[in-house]
Nanobody, 125 residues
Framework: QVQLVESGGGLVQPGGSLRLACAASGSIFSINAMGWYRQAPGKQRELVAAITSGGGTRYVDSVKGRFTTSSDNAKKTVYLQMNSLKPEDSAVYYC???????????????????WGQGILVTVSS
């Protein structure tokens, strides 16, 4: 079993900052990639930011220059630093991790995708 625990959400005023964290634990041989998605009421879930095991990152256009994702591979933790927050950033944020559970998974390029429970971010005055 692989578990993800998210933290850091909450209420913040427009222009403020929050830092989300997602820690993975359990049966993990290695992590292929980690990412953050969000879903606002009435909207589809969208990829916000992702980071590969090699450190490559990508962001949705609406957060470029404001959000930064990083990871601590030793702690199996991914972070999302959110600055200059806007009301339209309000959503439930989900962490997703692509996990390789055994060495055989590495050899065969297999991984499973695990989702966090979601954490609410509200940007409002």
């Amino acid at each position: 079993q692989v578990q993800l625990v998210e933290s850091g959400g909450g209420l913040v005023q427009p222009g403020g900052s929050l830092r989300l964290a997602c820690a993975a634990s359990g049966s993990i041989f290695s992590i292929n990639a980690m990412g953050w998605y969000r879903q606002a009421p009435g909207k589809q879930r969208e990829l916000v930011a992702a980071i590969t095991s090699g450190g490559g990152t990508r962001y949705v256009d609406s957060v470029k220059g404001r959000f930064t994702t990083s990871s601590d591979n030793a702690k199996k933790t991914v972070y999302l630093q959110m600055n200059s927050l806007k009301p339209e950033d309000s959503a439930v944020y989900y962490c997703q991790v692509a996990v390789r559970k055994t060495y055989a998974d590495v050899v065969n390029d297999r991984y499973i995708e695990v989702w966090g429970q979601g954490i609410l971010v509200t940007v409002s005055s």
